[in-house]
């Protein structure tokens, strides 16, 4: 369990991490709804998530511009704690119904529908039909 | 807890130890397989939920110093540049391998005599070739007949599909001259056994929920079982214990409460991969074998293998396949038998993927520091979302005493029983076979169009496959079980996965690996049927 300080610190970062675009018609990371996703699926990364907030803290207290100056500085550092907060933002965020519409994906398990791939063209394979065995023979 | 005693007690549920009890099952002997984790069932599966990519780095994760699950044993590779990579439950390390399932070549089998280096196997791939075909046939490998890289051999179910990705690589490798073919892939593609055909669920590695993936959970076990195989689960072997006539009488183990069990047995099989075997033998100390079972050659545990992989990929400018279609459904040859012109011995194979799950592409792209946080991150991802090709080289990785499995001296696991640490480096032929496949496979994604092109290698969770750390042979000192799997040591103990390969080939291991069970499992019917079995 996040403190509040630290609470609002992953916002801050998460927000300037993937920040809401008009442009692609997508929320960012700092949405209530992805924010509450991504708090609830710390899980095993907990500790790592807040030794990563130790060094981004304070980020929710400086102005939105500022922001991603510091989390791309802390980016730059980087270390374990680095990989293990951006993968808790990614994980849910790419997860979203409305950020997976706005990519053109059904927002599903692939499980049981799955997917559809096309058989493709077969006759690509042609020249190598015609190559001799090549193999390596072994002396008896 | 004592129990009955048992004919045959198999150590280890996975690729090899399922061949081994459906096999012997026609002997009507009573066989029991031990197996520390537990059945997975289909609804447990990753794909089944919204969560899916997430649980590939939690409860599913494959690295099990990660995944950390209450079956897990923890594992110290902290010093090889190489992370071992498994899975414990029924089926093995099947429930997450990507069904990529070539064979051996025949020149795997002849090193030293080809090549001059390592030692050559004392069976060869003429001797296993009926048992590939019975194991394509129990396991359900989908592929096409014809390819020019092997000898001729007929898999039992058409191809996957081409789709996309497959179709960039045909054009490119086609503009090269390369060989290229459809993967013998262990998943089944029409109905098979009873098992309903793949539906391109996507990522196939961390489970398959359609049951379409042939783990051996869902093959050989369920007629092992209906013939009479019992599989008790939850059964952490600690040791094998041997009589004062030097032979063993079988196995104890703590249950999921963690009370200790004596299993007797007439013979022991032991199955456990290329770290678990080792390990379980070091672990069976006695007066009679102090520096651990079947082990008076000194190489349990030694000649350590990996294949080490080579990672490369590139992004094209059209949306392509995707994380959707299995992983893996082609292969290259090209550069597989020795061509001594290119500054090294052996070769590799090429596995050309399609790509990997929306966030574990975005994952990989912002730890290699390709994609940008703040606004400029939506056009980059979009930019390569659904885009990506890869290339796997698989590296032939030769034995070298120096790479082995030793118990680690502080480390255990849940039931104290010691963990396996690994030592490991990488060979001078071998670093040189991975630079040569990442030069070649960035001409292959250059050929393609590809931009962006980043790779690893080798690359660091990619532990897969385990082998070399109770070699075959015939001289008991230069090996540790014989051309049949018996150790030389103990004349009622086997061994039967991936711990006995001499030489590693450059290939996905698996099906090699339960041709060889069945080989050896037919050497004991045969002796079994003369009385010599333990002559």
Redesign the interface.
């Known amino acids: 369990m996040l403190s509040s300080q630290e609470t609002n610190d992953l916002r801050a970062f998460a927000g300037a991490m993937i920040p809401a675009s008009a442009r692609h018609g997508v929320p960012g990371a700092d949405d209530d709804k992805i924010f509450a996703d991504i708090l609830s699926s710390l899980d095993r990364d907990l500790n790592d998530v807040r030794a990563a907030l130790k060094r981004l803290a304070g980020i929710a207290d400086i102005a939105a511009d500022g922001r991603l100056k510091k989390a791309n500085a802390f980016r730059a550092e980087g270390g374990p704690s680095v990989v293990a907060i951006a993968r808790a933002v990614l994980q849910c965020y790419y997860r979203d119904d409305r950020v997976m519409r706005a990519l053109g994906q059904e927002p599903r398990s692939p499980f049981p529908k799955g997917h559809v791939i096309e058989q493709g063209d077969w006759s690509l394979l042609d020249p190598v039909k015609k190559r001799a065995p090549f193999w390596r023979k072994v002396p008896q | 807890m004592k129990h009955d005693k048992v004919d045959v007690l198999i150590v280890g549920s996975g690729a090899s130890g399922a061949a081994m009890a459906w096999s012997l099952a026609e002997t009507k002997m009573r066989i029991l397989c031990l197996e520390q984790g537990d059945w997975v069932k289909p609804t447990d599966?990753p794909?089944?939920?919204?969560?899916?990519?997430?649980r590939l780095?939690?409860d599913f994760a494959i690295n099990p110093n990660?995944r950390?699950r209450e079956t897990d044993y923890p594992i110290n590779n902290d010093t090889s540049p190489i992370q071992v990579v498994n899975f414990n439950g029924v089926g093995g390390s099947t429930i997450m391998y990507t069904a990529h399932y070539p064979r051996l070549?025949?020149?795997d089998?002849?090193v030293k005599?080809?090549d001059g280096v390592a030692d050559d196997w004392p069976v060869?791939?003429d001797t296993l070739e009926p048992f590939f075909a019975e194991n394509d046939r129990m396991t359900g490998v989908a592929g096409?007949a014809?390819d020019?890289?092997?000898?001729f051999h007929q898999p039992p179910m058409p191809p996957?599909?081409?789709?996309?990705t497959?179709?960039c690589f045909?054009?490119a490798?086609?503009k090269l001259?390369w060989?290229?073919?459809?993967s013998d892939s262990a998943i089944a593609t029409t109905e098979y056994d009873g098992r309903a055909p793949c539906?391109?669920?996507?990522h196939c590695t961390p489970g398959c929920?359609?049951g379409a993936k042939s783990s051996a959970d869902v093959t050989y076990w369920p007629h092992a079982i209906r013939a009479g195989v019992e599989l008790r689960t939850r059964a952490r072997v600690r040791e094998i214990t041997v009589g004062p006539d030097g032979l063993a009488t079988g196995a104890i183990y703590y249950d999921a409460d963690g009370k200790e069990h004596f299993q007797p047995a007439e013979m022991v099989i032991v199955a456990c991969n290329g770290i678990g075997t080792p390990r379980l033998l070091l672990n069976s100390v006695s007066g009679r074998f102090p520096n651990g079972i079947a082990n008076s050659s000194g190489l349990v545990g030694k000649n350590l293998m990996f294949h080490p992989f080579a990672h490369t990929y590139g992004y094209v400018d059209e949306p392509i396949?995707g994380n959707?279609?299995a992983q893996l459904s082609l292969w290259s040859?090209e550069f597989y038998?020795?061509d001594k012109a290119r500054g090294f011995v052996r070769g590799y194979t090429l596995q050309l993927h399609r790509g990997a799950g929306?966030?574990v592409d975005?994952?990989a792209n912002?730890?290699r520091g390709f994609l940008p946080?703040?606004?400029a991150?939506?056009d980059v991802y979009?930019s390569i979302?659904n885009r990506k090709l890869g290339l796997s080289a698989i590296c032939e990785d030769l034995p070298e005493e120096h790479n082995r499995v030793t118990l680690d001296p502080v480390l255990k696991d849940s039931n104290g029983i010691p963990a396996p640490r690994i030592e490991y480096t990488m060979g001078e032929n071998t670093k040189k076979m991975m630079a040569h496949g990442v030069a070649r496979s960035k001409d292959i994604l250059e050929a393609a169009g590809a931009k962006n092109i980043g790779g690893e290698a080798p690359m660091l969770n990619a532990g897969w496959h385990l082998m070399g750390t109770t070699r075959m042979g015939t001289d008991p000192e230069r090996s540790v079980v014989n051309e049949w799997g018996r150790t030389h040591d103990v004349k009622n103990l086997f061994v039967i996965d991936g711990s006995i390969w001499v030489t590693s080939g450059g290939v996905n291991p698996t099906s090699t690996i339960q041709a060889l069970a069945l080989y050896i499992a037919d050497a004991i019917k045969q002796r079994l049927a003369a009385a010599t079995l333990f002559d």
């Open positions: 599966y794909t089944n939920g919204r969560d899916w990519e997430a780095f939690g990660r950390a070549h025949p020149s089998f002849r005599t080809l060869d791939y096409l014809g020019p890289a092997y000898p996957l599909p081409l789709g996309k497959g179709k045909g054009q490798m086609n001259g060989h290229w073919w459809p539906i391109n669920l996507g929920a359609q396949d959707q279609g040859q038998e020795t929306m966030i975005a994952i912002t730890a946080w703040g606004e991150h939506h979009r979302f």
